[in-house]
């Protein structure tokens, strides 16, 4: 089945520890979000990506960074330098071009600091 | 000012009525629109999207948008307590680029 795969859907981290959230998907989709989510908050913007080997920041970027090397992954890492960095993290594709491209999400990681 | 600007709600409405779910963005160059629901610990899924002035009907729910006032919304008839849940509105930028900004959402209550 198309999509886009997560993992791993929970995930505990300790103070100090740099932490990699995986997403790949199977759509052929060009453009790639990381997304973050706090209780009872929107979702804020982290980085994109629109083509391999290239990405731009977003809202959040601080404390965050993410590689494009293959079409299909955007690995998100949550480095030490992310102080609050417990959230729902959601990962999204979309195709590129055109105004009805429509942004899909996978199931969604939830990171926990221990 | 915020991109996009939701109010967080709670709505509350009865089973059967219709729900209007609002949101204004700053960006006058954005290009297309969209709507997401999303239930308590959820990703969220896709309800429908607009890019042209007017109204959009799919099923029970309609999508509204008005460029000059930036504003767009979405209606839901004959609202049902499975409807309960946050509507995240979304704005894609406008040129070349593909930011996507969301609003904070609007919870939804529909009570039986």
């Known amino acids: 089945d198309g999509g886009i795969t997560q993992s791993p859907k929970y995930l505990f981290r300790k103070e100090g520890q740099n932490v990699t959230l995986s997403c790949e998907q199977n759509?052929?989709?060009?453009?790639m979000y990381w997304y973050r989510q706090d209780p009872g908050q929107g979702l804020r913007l982290i980085y994109y990506?629109?083509?391999?080997?290239?990405?731009q920041k977003g809202d959040i970027a601080e404390g965050y960074s993410v590689s494009r090397e293959k079409k299909e992954s955007f690995p998100l890492t949550v480095t030490s330098a992310q102080k609050n960095p417990t959230a729902f993290y959601l990962c999204?594709?979309?195709?590129?071009?055109?105004?009805?491209?429509?942004?899909?999400f996978g199931e969604g990681s939830w990171l926990t600091v221990v | 000012q915020k991109e996009v600007e939701q109010n967080s709600g709670p709505l509350s409405v009865p089973e059967g009525a219709i729900a209007s779910l609002n949101c204004t963005y700053s960006?006058?160059?954005?290009?297309?629109f969209f709507w997401y629901r999303q239930y308590s610990g959820k990703s969220p899924e896709l309800i429908m999207f607009?890019?042209?002035?007017g109204d959009k009907e799919d099923g029970r729910f309609t999508a509204q948008l008005n460029k000059a006032s930036q504003y767009v919304s979405l209606l839901i008839r004959d609202s049902q307590p499975s409807d309960s849940a946050t509507y995240l509105c979304?704005?894609?930028?406008?040129?070349?680029?593909?930011?996507?900004?969301f609003g904070t959402g609007t919870k939804l209550q529909v009570i039986p």
């Open positions: 990506s629109q083509i391999v080997n290239d990405f």
């Open positions: 999204a594709s979309s195709a590129l071009g055109g105004t009805g491209n429509t942004i899909y």
């Open positions: 759509l052929n989709h060009d453009a």
């Open positions: 979304a704005v894609r930028g406008p040129g070349g680029y593909q930011k996507v900004t």
């Open positions: 607009i890019y042209s002035n």
């Open positions: 960006d006058r160059g954005s290009q297309s």
